[in-house]
């Protein structure tokens, strides 16, 4: 067990929605980071936050988008829902991205 | 584009046997590097992290590091059907203030009895 949590476990959109994921960390975890992972590929990165700023961003589109909140608690957000954005978004959570933990990941299924 | 790479497998022992995972990077100044297991359906979980040339052993499993080579292996020790699952490999980017990992593609496991 990491201590990260996150919800839902399973969702279905259609093309053009809006999504919002949550994730909630371990005390004491200042940062969070959020990944996307296709079927059949390793975890890509999306971006990074740390004492509730964004501080780094991989190769995704504003429309994805987060925030972190001072009960270490986090949200991933994205607008425009298209097909590829389906995949398993995973939180990582860790102190100063030392190490980072995964949670249980969030399965998107967009149709 | 900083690359890690690594056989897709799948890799397939036998039980009790040694399996040997490599994994390649592309950045000579990376200096910190993970190994995840994940089983199907699942998320990735941490096994071990190494930052120094050399071996480090934690139970059954040994992270072994090679940065002249810029090579990355982990071995397990006899093996069991549990050990069946994708094992990924992460090298940890500093860029601008922030960490990232970057993953490999992961390489499946078939522990067999």
């Known amino acids: 067990e990491t201590g990260v949590t996150q919800s839902p476990t399973h969702l279905i959109k259609t093309r053009g929605q809006q999504v919002t994921l949550r994730c909630s960390s371990q005390s004491g975890h200042n940062t969070v980071s959020w990944y996307q992972q296709a079927l059949g590929q390793g975890p890509q990165f999306i971006f990074q936050?740390?004492?509730?700023?964004?501080?780094g961003r991989g190769n995704f589109p504003p429309r994805f988008s987060g925030l972190q909140f001072p009960n270490y608690s986090s949200e991933l957000n994205v607008n425009a829902l298209e097909l590829d954005d389906s995949a398993l978004y995973l939180c990582?959570?860790?102190?100063?991205?030392?190490?980072?933990?995964f949670g249980p990941g969030t399965r998107l299924t967009v149709t | 584009q900083k690359e890690v790479e690594q056989n897709s497998g799948p890799l397939s022992v036998p039980e009790g046997a040694i399996a040997s995972l490599n994994c390649t990077y592309s950045d000579r100044g990376s200096q910190s590097f993970f190994w995840y297991r994940q089983y199907s359906g699942k998320s990735p979980e941490l096994i071990m992290f190494i930052y120094s040339n050399g071996d480090k052993e934690d139970g059954r499993f040994t992270a072994q590091l090679n940065k002249a080579s810029q090579y990355v292996s982990l071995l397990i020790r006899d093996s069991q059907p549990s050990d069946s699952a994708t094992y990924l490999c992460a090298v940890k980017e500093v860029s601008g203030g922030y960490n990232k990992l970057i993953f490999g593609a992961g390489t499946r496991l078939a522990v067999h009895p």
């Open positions: 990582a959570s860790g102190r100063d991205a030392y190490e980072q933990y």
């Open positions: 936050y740390y004492r509730e700023e964004e501080n």
